[in-house]
């Protein structure tokens, strides 16, 4: 059986504490009290800072929906910073350029190869867009040609908690104007059989970008893949 | 042709009863009396003069109902239409929902009607154009508008001895006006009752103004955006969550105001709409008042019902559900008819006054081709024209490529910040309003 991801970054951050900042490791005890933290990336060459709101929903809904133990504060961290190494879970979005610089290159390629998750969101909720594209390019620059592949809806993450049958659609995919909005897939990179970098075309982040007390007037909380995808990260 | 008097209507629909053989009769005459111009590339192309009467009879024999219209008006056809609506009420399967007409009724004045607008002349409409297209070639620009006056009159008599008349009269004018390019365009619209609040010129120097700022426009990326709608851009959000207000939707679990009671719990005696429940952010008031001043509607429905001043939402609560006498009596509720007119209440803030206070922002002139996505969430999607500017430090920065937005006027009167003073528009008063979290969706290419 495979060691949970939660153990695996704990051990791999024990080899990476020689290299680490003092702030990544005692980042990591302080998180010691809690299951999960949200760690958002901020890159150099694009937007990061986009939809405040949806990390205090997503961990709201972890908070209702799980026994999570989770840290209701979501935390910032450079991708250049080591401390990045120690998160259990990373979210990255934008709309505009992704061209990482060196530092933030090698944070993400050891993270990734060393048992973490990101999940990365393309605000422009388009194949053809300036953060599709390039962010795509950065991917097989660091993990070669054909790293990111079409995950089946039948995937894992797809039951790691609700039910689905691949990914929710978003109320921007109900327009339904074939402007090439509609995406039936989400792509990830897989390492050792997981997936470790979940990517989306789909702009999930700004669908669950609301003041929460909109959220009632929803026909169904539309948080609750994020509960999948977090679920999926800590245990898989 | 003249708009049919009272004593005439009266006259009229009193000999059309006379030959009904059926259990219930109702008849409606409806006439329309008007003229427009229509100018594009600065112009007049039409100028046209209408003139409409048409009569629909209605008979009923027990539960078959049929219907029949005519526009002759000699006693021979008089009696032929009164025999079709007969013959295809015979026709007709039994209505398992069917309620008998009203009785007499008693109704409110109307002020409706407005001398200056019944006589409006081909001239007056030619220099309405004309006042439009000067201002429009002066700043070299292509202005393109219509303009319509009618005095519209509609009567109702039945068998039962409801009799109602009314004469209404109307002006809608809007201009679109581009630049030569065609890369920058500009809308205005007003309507009235009274024509005397026209100026056309005053309307066109706004789509001037927004013409000559909308060129190059710059693109943004879509998003969540504090928005100023200007009340052509939320009349028709707002006009969509009114028609959906019905009670029956509601209660048969179809509309954004079904009670939804959790799966698993006991929900027999739950309510089965959301009657009382509180919505909106507390400054939403939407009511119809027929005697509005700028925004005044016929006192009575098609049938021949009398509409007084109703609230559908106060401090942001749901008060009222339009039904249909037949729902009405199915549910022991009162009958309560639906009304066109809404007037939304606002603040004191004018336009510039919320876009003062606006750090980041978007200004919307209107939104178009709106359609529904989801009845449950009353999510709508459609797209920004003629006329979208972004916002920064209480400034109109620069014009930005128009968007395509996914909203829902349930989130969007959550979402409000400031109100401003309502206005008239498409019959309705609608405050320009102020909303954080407006949603676009994706950017258009359409100027």
């Not at chain 1, 949200?38 to 961990?59: I, K, Q």
Request: aromatic content about 10%; proline content about 4%; glycine content about 6%.
């Amino acid at each position: 059986m495979s060691m949970p991801r939660r153990k695996f970054i704990k051990n791999a951050c024990i080899a990476f504490a020689a290299q680490a900042f003092f702030r990544g490791a005692n980042a990591w005890a302080q998180s010691s009290d809690y299951d999960f933290y949200f760690t958002r990336l901020s890159y150099e060459s694009g937007d990061w800072e986009v939809d405040e709101r949806m990390p205090a929903n997503v961990l709201n809904s972890l908070i209702e929906y799980t026994s999570l133990r989770v840290d209701i504060k979501e935390r910032i961290i450079p991708l250049s910073d080591p401390a990045m190494l120690n998160a259990p879970f990373c979210y990255m979005a934008g709309h505009r350029l992704v061209q990482f610089s060196d530092a933030e290159a090698q944070n993400f390629k050891q993270y990734v190869e060393n048992g973490g998750f990101v999940f990365v969101d393309d605000c422009n909720h388009d194949i053809d867009g300036m953060f599709a594209k390039t962010f795509e390019a950065q991917m097989r620059s660091l993990f070669g040609e054909d790293a990111l592949q079409k995950i089946p809806n039948d995937h894992p993450i797809y039951s790691a908690f609700f039910t689905f049958d691949g990914p929710p659609r978003t109320s921007i995919e109900l327009n339904g104007w074939g402007d090439d909005l509609v995406h039936n897939y989400l792509k990830a990179i897989i390492v050792n059989g997981k997936i470790a970098v979940l990517y989306s075309n789909k702009d999930l982040g700004c669908e669950w970008d609301y003041d929460f007390r909109n959220k009632r007037w929803l026909k169904e909380d539309n948080t609750k893949f994020a509960v999948n995808i977090v679920l999926y990260a800590m245990t898989a | 042709m003249t708009i049919i008097t009272e004593q005439h209507a009266k006259k009229l629909l009193s000999k059309v009863l006379t030959f009904s053989k059926a259990d219930e009769c109702e008849c409606n005459l409806e006439s329309k009396v008007g003229g427009n111009i229509r100018y594009a590339r600065n112009t007049v192309s039409t100028s046209g003069q209408e003139s409409d009467l048409i009569l629909i009879v209605q008979s009923t024999f027990g539960k078959r109902t049929g219907t029949a219209t005519i526009n002759e008006f000699d006693d021979a056809s008089l009696e032929k239409v009164v025999r079709r609506s007969e013959e295809l009420a015979k026709l007709a399967p039994e209505n398992e929902e069917f309620m008998p007409v009203f009785g007499k009724q008693k109704y409110a004045k109307a002020n409706t009607y407005f001398e200056s607008t019944a006589d409006v002349t081909p001239e007056d409409r030619a220099q309405a154009a004309f006042d439009s297209i000067e201002p429009s070639k002066k700043n070299k620009l292509i202005a393109a508008g219509f303009l319509e006056d009618a005095v519209e009159m509609s009567a109702i008599m039945n068998s039962k001895g409801l009799f109602a008349y009314n004469t209404a009269t109307q002006v809608d004018f809007s201009v679109t006006i581009r630049t030569e390019d065609g890369k920058g365009s500009g809308w205005a619209s007003g309507d009235y009752s009274d024509v005397k609040l026209l100026d056309t010129a005053k309307l066109s120097s706004i789509a001037i103004q927004k013409s000559k700022g909308s060129a190059d426009a710059k693109e943004m990326e879509p998003g969540k955006y504090t928005v100023i709608l200007e009340p052509a851009a939320s009349v028709g959000l707002i006009q969509n969550m009114m028609r959906a207000f019905d009670q029956r939707s509601a209660d048969e679990g179809r509309s954004f105001l079904s009670n939804k009671v959790a799966k698993g719990s006991k929900g027999e005696n739950a309510p089965k709409n959301k009657l009382g429940q509180k919505m909106f952010d507390e400054r939403v008031h939407i009511h119809s008042d027929p005697q509005h001043a700028i925004a005044p509607s016929a006192p009575f429905a098609g049938n021949g019902y009398p509409l007084n001043k109703i609230d559908w939402i106060k401090d942001g609560t749901i008060k009222n559900m339009p039904n249909s006498p037949y729902w009405a009596k199915h549910t022991k509720s009162d009958y309560i008819p639906a009304n066109r007119n809404f007037i939304m209440d606002g603040g004191d803030q004018s336009l510039e006054d919320m876009l003062k206070n606006t750090r980041r922002g978007v200004l919307v002139t209107r939104l178009w081709y709106i359609r529904g996505l989801d009845p449950q969430t009353l999510l709508y999607t459609g797209l920004t024209r003629d006329g979208t500017f972004y916002i920064e430090n209480g400034k109109i920065k620069y014009p930005i490529k128009n968007f395509r937005f996914n909203e829902s006027p349930i989130i969007m009167l959550n979402n409000i910040e400031a109100l401003g003073e309502p206005q008239r528009i498409e019959g309705c008063m609608i405050p320009p309003m102020k909303i954080r979290d407006f949603t676009f969706s994706s950017l258009s290419d359409a100027v």
